[in-house]
């Protein structure tokens, strides 16, 4: 098995797909005017809209109520790009070191979804992600 994806669903797409254009610096991938992809080399992120949802079960999803997740995204260099966003998003916490290796940076989606960039700092971090 594969993770291939994680699909968040908006009540705006666009100021959805345009923030995470922003933040992972590619361009998505318009599949249909309400459903687009952010490929990354890791994983894709889906963005769908609201009216989506009806196509898998009304009611299973629901845009902006999410607090339980954060999107996370590995990077060379977190205070950088906490430098290149700070001013154009809504930041969370700015950079601080994590009991498990990682420098992190946190800002919010247009909706709320909490959103991490990350660089691994020690060593054991580093060897942690040295595959990915």
């Known amino acids: 098995m594969?993770?291939?994806s994680t699909r968040l669903i908006a009540a705006d797409i666009n100021s959805m797909v345009a923030f995470y254009e922003l933040v992972t610096g590619r361009p998505a991938e318009?599949?249909?005017?309400?459903?687009a992809e952010i490929?990354?080399?890791?994983?894709?992120?889906?963005i769908g809209s609201a009216e989506t949802v009806a196509l898998f079960s009304e009611g299973s999803a629901?845009?902006?109520?999410?607090?339980?997740?954060?999107?996370e995204f590995m990077v060379?260099?977190?205070?950088a790009e906490f430098?290149?966003?700070k001013d154009r998003v809504t930041v969370?916490?700015?950079?601080?070191?994590?009991?498990?290796?990682?420098r992190t940076v946190q800002f919010a989606d247009p909706e709320g979804t909490r959103v991490a960039?990350?660089?691994?700092?020690?060593?054991?971090a580093r060897q942690r992600f040295a595959g990915h």
């Not at 318009?30 to 459903?35: D, G, K, M, S």
């Not at 060379?76 to 205070?79: F, G, L, R, Y």
């Not at 960039?117 to 054991?124: C, M, N, R, S």
């Open 2 to 4: 594969k993770f291939a």
């Open 30 to 35: 318009w599949l249909a005017p309400v459903f």
């Open 39 to 46: 490929v990354t080399p890791g994983a894709a992120l889906a």
């Open 62 to 71: 629901e845009p902006g109520a999410n607090r339980t997740a954060i999107l």
């Open 76 to 79: 060379s260099d977190v205070d």
């Open 83 to 85: 430098a290149r966003l």
């Open 92 to 102: 969370v916490h700015p950079p601080k070191d994590l009991p498990w290796g990682n």
């Open 117 to 124: 960039l990350y660089t691994p700092v020690t060593e054991a």
